[in-house]
């Protein structure tokens, strides 16, 4: 590479070494980089399928090295009885040290040049102002929820930060009483308060649980022609929604079957709906704790017929409460999903998903409210943290 040169460029094969440099720079104490170049020619995630859309990857040069990456997943967007190419934005990342200058900005001005139609599911918000400084509409927070399992277990393992601080701060009283009585006591309140919380909840929204329906709800392998049959019968229920078909599924989801779960609807053998769920352990996590978290990444049914989705988050629950998970995450954008989650004794928490997006193709994305998207936490690469 010339050292005079200061651009963005698309990656190649040529850029081993610089973006091997910039790896260890942005992750200097991990062993196995998640955003290696091989990865990034896979569509910057692992297990993603080759697609026959070329995936770009958007790199700043300056002289030999690359201090700024992003880098796409595509996909097929339909919406208003249109299907449309589509790309995520995923990886997008700077050198500390020149993150206060142009080559954010940059970059993602390559992403609105080369691409029509780009999507973003980011939690970062010096990325928000960068989107919308380059005219990205921000269409809003994914709304989040959680159903509490175990009260107690998620009491003692959230992290009580400030309390220390707190109890140091009280006076002489407080100050005499010993911090790990403080804590426990906390920590006591805070599981009984769970607890009957969710209890009342439950039973406040039991009603808005629609009727049983006979169906057989099975853990899956793979993704069969039922599922491209499913995603024909009901992809024009939604205002905008990927195209959730038997090729998408098997490249975002079925090269990892040891980390999804996937759970099938079906009557008389015809797939009626799907739920996708993970689950993680943490270690010593800063916020978790030991906790174990289920989380939904994933579903599709036909929303004007939400009894297949109450079958399987039925059967989410009775699972994850059979392996101690202590409670159930689920983010979602449409109303039908996020009714059924309220009926079933979800809570509504505060989401970190911000949703935006650069579109200039004749698909009036605009006119779509955020509530008729069918947008999940496994959309994207956002599911990475759970």
Request: charge should be positive; aromatic fraction near 8%.
């Amino acid at each position: 590479m010339n050292r005079e040169v200061a651009k963005v460029s698309l990656y190649d094969q040529g850029m081993d070494e610089a973006f091997d440099r910039f790896c260890r720079a942005i992750w200097p104490n991990s062993r196995s980089r998640a955003s290696s170049s091989a990865a990034r020619f896979d569509g910057g995630q692992e297990g993603q399928a080759a697609s026959t859309l070329d995936p770009p990857t958007f790199v700043f040069v300056k002289g030999d090295d690359i201090v700024g990456h992003v880098t796409t997943i595509p996909v097929q967007l339909s919406s208003f009885a249109k299907t449309v190419a589509a790309h995520w934005i995923v990886g997008f990342m700077v050198l500390p040290e020149h993150r206060n200058g142009l080559v954010g900005p940059l970059l993602i001005k390559e992403v609105n040049r080369s691409l029509d139609c780009a999507l973003s599911l980011h939690v970062e918000p010096p990325v928000l102002r960068i989107l919308t400084g380059l005219k990205w509409v921000h269409k809003g927070i994914l709304p989040q929820y959680i159903r509490v399992l175990n009260a107690r277990g998620v009491s003692h393992n959230l992290q009580l930060s400030g309390i220390k601080a707190l109890a140091s701060h009280t006076g002489d009283t407080a100050a005499s009483v010993p911090f790990g009585f403080v804590e426990s006591f906390i920590r006591m309140l805070g599981g009984w308060g769970l607890a009957v919380g969710q209890a009342i909840w439950v039973g406040l929204n039991i009603v808005a649980r629609p009727r049983a329906v006979p169906v057989e709800v099975r853990e899956e392998r793979g993704f069969d022609d039922t599922y491209n049959k499913l995603w024909q019968a009901v992809s024009g229920r939604f205002g905008a929604c990927l195209a959730r078909d038997q090729k998408y599924l098997q490249g975002r989801f079925g090269g990892n079957p040891d980390r999804y779960r996937v759970l099938g609807c079906r009557q008389e053998n015809r797939l009626l709906g799907y739920c996708i769920v993970k689950t993680k352990q943490f270690s010593n996590d800063p916020r978790m704790g030991n906790m174990k978290v289920g989380t939904i990444v994933d579903c599709l049914f036909d929303p004007a017929a939400p009894a297949a989705f109450q079958a399987l988050l039925d059967c989410v629950l009775k699972m994850c409460a059979r392996e101690s998970v202590h409670a159930v995450l689920c983010t979602a954008s449409h109303a039908a999903v996020r009714r059924l989650l309220r009926g079933n004794g979800f809570l509504a928490i505060p989401g970190n998903l911000n949703f935006a997006y650069h579109n200039r193709t004749n698909v009036p994305l605009q006119d779509i409210p955020l509530e008729s998207w069918h947008l999940m936490r496994g959309d994207s690469d956002a599911d990475q943290n759970f």
